[in-house]
T-cell receptor
Framework: AQRVTQPEKLLSVFKGAPVELKCNYS??????LFWYVQYSRQRLQLLLR??SRESIKGFTADLNKGETSFHLKKPFAQEEDSAMYYC????????????FGQGTTLQVKP | GAVVSQHPSRVICKSGTSVKIECRSL??????MFWYRQFPKQSLMLMAT?????????EQGVEKDKFLINHASLTLSTLTVTSAHPEDSSFYIC?????????????FGPGTRLTVL
């Protein structure tokens, strides 16, 4: 079964501290993995995708197939990073169906 | 960039009535759109895949006669909640897949807040 697990509902850190939002997945093939972000009162938007290996707003995520993880990291959190973060996978590129994790609220305190 | 709109942004209706929610891709054509439901502080649950010119594909447990989906054009999909009840109150979000982007990226609408009294 396809599943995405984000074990933390809330992660609270101080400004300037490192951040790691955990994501584990369950999928038998080779999934495409994504991180989406939803700022307060805004729509969901793509943050980054594993296939492009990019860094957006200082965030990076590395796909670890051995551990079936795709953790999101940032070395120095900023207050404007406070938002809801969703890890998601697409199991079959033909359908494009996104399977979302439960989401983690990141709270960056001043 | 690619923009997806939803209308209305919020709707309040009486129990037993039907409500239609529109999802439009404003500057690109979308053969595939998706409808999600989001409960407060919870994840997005995929309800169905809307395919232009053909029947929608529903996820397990989603009643197709309850949630009617029509994808009549390449820029518009509608979700009709029929005979709505209080338990249908939720935040409904659509997304549209832009095949013109490098990774067939999905773009999300702002969501529609449905409250059934």
């Amino acid at each position: 079964a396809q599943r995405v697990t984000q074990p933390e509902k809330l992660l609270s850190v101080f400004k300037g501290a490192p951040v790691e939002l955990k994501c584990n997945y369950s999928y038998s093939g080779s999934p495409e993995l994504f991180w989406y972000v939803q700022y307060s009162r805004q729509r969901l938007q793509l943050l980054l995708r594993h296939i492009s290996r990019e860094s957006i707003k200082g965030f990076t995520a590395d796909l670890n197939k051995g551990e079936t993880s795709f953790h999101l990291k940032k070395p120095f959190a900023q207050e404007e990073d406070s938002a809801m973060y969703y890890c998601a996978l697409i199991g079959s590129s033909n359908t494009g169906k996104l399977i979302f994790g439960q989401g983690t609220t990141l709270q960056v305190k001043p | 960039g690619a923009v997806v709109s939803q209308h209305p942004s919020r709707v309040i209706c009486k129990s037993g009535t039907s409500v239609k929610i529109e999802c439009r891709s404003l500057d690109f054509q979308a053969t595939t759109m998706f409808w999600y439901r989001q409960f407060p502080k919870q994840s997005l649950m995929l309800m169905a895949t809307s395919n232009e010119g053909s029947k929608a594909t529903y996820e397990q447990g989603v009643e197709k006669d309850k949630f009617l989906i029509n994808h009549a054009s390449l820029t518009l999909s509608t979700l009709t909640v029929t005979s709505a009840h209080p338990e249908d109150s939720s935040f409904y979000i659509c997304s549209a897949r832009n095949l013109g982007t490098a990774y067939n990226e999905q773009f999300f609408g702002p969501g529609t807040r449905l409250t059934v009294l």
